[in-house]
């Protein structure tokens, strides 16, 4: 009986001894204490060193002050661009926002195959994306590169390769600066109706610096610019329509029919939710927002971040049923056409 319990014993000695073994030779590799290490050696790396190794593709910028194409790694290439178009003392997930749409932009220009000439997609202006490279950047942030630069590198890294899609193809991620409570809808300032691109609330716009402003002309001025001849009466003229957005969709002055966005063009106007009024010799025009009014506003964006709304709520905010892609697939594909 002894004998039997103590086969028993040494049998149950090596079941235990057989389980634990492997366990003792993999916990120490692995885990959260492998983890740290991974992120610690991570952490060692500069981080515009990691941005750029996270570029699965370079751009090729037409740069306007030396008219000469650079070639910038495109997560590089967003991190000049979110510099470039947003406050840097913005709120940390709203430059992650800004990142998303720099970063769709670049991607479904790329996809599109367009080119510029001398090789380049893009040029550094507003005519693609403004973009600013390292050295520009100190130029104009001086003492306060350091910090700035750290937390728009911080919102791109943590935003990496992430876009905008919807039916699973990056959007026209338009943006402006400011609304004047609302965003417009795509079809009433371009001539195309996308479904991402409809008219919401904006009413954290209102504490932007760049909600009213005011411009004088006199009526030469005016009527030049517009190609009109005014009244003697001392109206300016009526408007017809507003858009869903709150902004001027047509109006008559003296018999000659304007878009909203034709008045706001040709006469230099922040927005086309305007009003005007005739003073003497004066035409005095106060407008309400900055910018086209399609897409995602700026100074909206971070007063959603200020309530602690995350990017990813505030882009599928301003883009209506989109999602949230890796770029990767899609860069596969722009490779695979060079």
Do not use: C
């Not at 049998?11 to 204490?33: A, N, R």
């Not at 790329?110 to 893009?122: D, E, K, P, Q, R």
């Not at 630069?149 to 039916?167: F, P, S």
């Amino acid at each position: 009986m002894n004998k039997i319990k103590s086969i028993i014993v040494l049998v149950v000695f090596i079941v235990v001894v057989t389980l634990i073994i492997p366990s003792l030779l993999v916990f120490p590799f692995s885990g959260d204490k492998a983890s740290g290490k991974l992120k610690e050696k991570e952490s060692q790396i500069p981080l515009d060193k990691l941005i750029a190794e996270a570029s699965a593709v370079e751009v090729a910028v037409l740069r306007s002050a030396n008219n000469q194409v650079e070639k910038i790694p495109l997560e590089s290439y967003v991190v000049g661009v979110v510099a470039s178009e947003m406050p840097a003392d913005f709120e940390k997930e709203a430059l992650k926002a800004q990142a998303l749409t720099a970063r769709t932009y670049i991607v479904k220009q790329l996809m599109s195959g367009s080119s510029i000439g001398n090789g380049a997609s893009v040029t550094d202006t507003v005519n693609h994306q403004v973009y600013k490279n390292d050295k520009e950047l100190k130029e104009i942030w001086g003492s306060d590169y350091s910090w700035k630069m750290k937390k728009i590198q911080e919102a791109v890294y943590e935003t990496r390769g992430q876009i905008l899609t919807y039916n699973k193809e990056p959007i026209t991620a338009s943006f402006f600066s400011t609304s004047n409570g609302y965003t417009e809808n795509s079809e009433d300032y371009w001539d195309q109706a996308l479904p991402y691109l409809k008219s919401v609330e904006s009413p954290w716009d209102k504490d932007s610096p760049k909600f009213y402003n005011k411009k004088v002309f006199t009526v030469q001025e005016f009527e030049q610019l517009l190609g009109v001849n005014l009244p003697n009466n001392g109206d300016v003229g009526t408007i017809l329509e507003r858009t869903k957005g709150q902004r001027v969709a047509k109006v008559n002055i003296n018999g000659k029919v304007f878009t909203g966005r034709e008045v706001r063009e040709k006469l230099g106007l922040h927005s086309s939710d305007f009003t005007w009024e005739r003073k003497g010799d004066e035409i005095i025009i106060q407008t309400e927002g900055y910018g086209h009014g399609v897409g995602m506003s700026q100074y909206g964006a971070n007063g959603m971040a200020k309530e602690g709304k995350t990017y990813k709520e505030i882009v599928q905010y301003y883009y209506q049923g989109v999602e949230i892609s890796e770029a990767d697939s899609f860069l596969e594909k722009y490779v695979a056409k060079q």
